[in-house]
T-cell receptor, first 106, second 116 residues
Framework: KNEVEQSPQNLTAQEGEFITINCSYS?????LHWLQQHPGGGIVSLFMLSSGKKKHGRLIATINIQEKHSSLHITASHPRDSAVYICAAGGSRLTFGEGTQLTVNP | GAVVSQHPSRVICKSGTSVKIECRSLDFQATTMFWYRQFPKQSLMLMATSNEGSKATYEQGVEKDKFLINHASLTLSTLTVTSAHPEDSSFYICSAPTGGASYGYTFGSGTRLTVV
């Protein structure tokens, strides 16, 4: 069992749909990160959270420390949201999930 | 915000040659740099951690003599793949913590290495 597990592995949605990606972890953490990786490979840090909920534009990230679970939500999804979304947990060192490939069709 | 500039973005080299990848922190001091490798359809695998002014710490199974890491200054860390072979072909990406105790990270844009 991986220390950080994401679901689903692949997700296809229609433009405008509400999207949820889940992450469960078993490692001890100081923070949980959500990252976005585009086809070219570059990685952007979306969120770092240790409790509660954060929102940035159409993206919302939540974490439940007791249940060791985090979710990334995308509201009103758009084709430009198509990317791999990666959950990473840890403190000074990160353990990465295997990523969720999101495809949003127009 | 904090930026890590990684070069080159893409390199093709012949077997047996060496390739150097640079990561520079542009507007902050990176005392630590993490180097990752990523195979297609897989997640990031930590190769080593470089610290300015001291020897890098390598993960189990990563050959120190093959993947030379130098962290000569607070703004520059380099990874040199020595005597490259086709199996070294991969995506390499660096990352530096930017948040101090808050553990924020910024990532380089990655280097796609192809060894022919």
């Amino acid at each position: 069992k991986n220390e950080v597990e994401q679901s689903p592995q692949n997700l296809t949605a229609q433009e405008g749909e509400f999207i949820t990606i889940n992450c469960s972890y078993s490692v001890g953490i100081s923070a949980l990160h959500w990252l976005q990786q585009h086809p070219g490979g570059g990685i952007v840090s979306l969120f770092m959270l240790s409790s509660g909920k954060k929102k940035h534009g159409r993206l919302i990230a939540t974490i439940n420390i007791q249940e060791k679970h985090s979710s990334l939500h995308i509201t009103a999804s758009h084709p430009r949201d198509s990317a791999v979304y990666i959950c990473a947990a840890g403190g000074s060192r990160l353990t990465f999930g295997e990523g969720t490939q999101l495809t949003v069709n127009p | 915000g904090a930026v890590v500039s990684q070069h080159p973005s893409r390199v093709i080299c012949k077997s047996g040659t060496s390739v150097k990848i640079e990561c520079r922190s542009l507007d902050f001091q990176a005392t630590t740099m993490f180097w990752y490798r990523q195979f297609p359809k897989q997640s990031l695998m930590l190769m080593a951690t470089s610290n300015e002014g001291s020897k890098a710490t390598y993960e189990q199974g990563v050959e120190k003599d093959k993947f030379l890491i130098n962290h000569a200054s607070l703004t520059l860390s380099t990874l040199t793949v020595t005597s490259a072979h086709p199996e070294d072909s991969s995506f390499y990406i660096c990352s530096a913590p930017t948040g101090g105790a808050s553990y924020g990270y910024t990532f380089g844009s990655g280097t796609r290495l192809t060894v022919v």
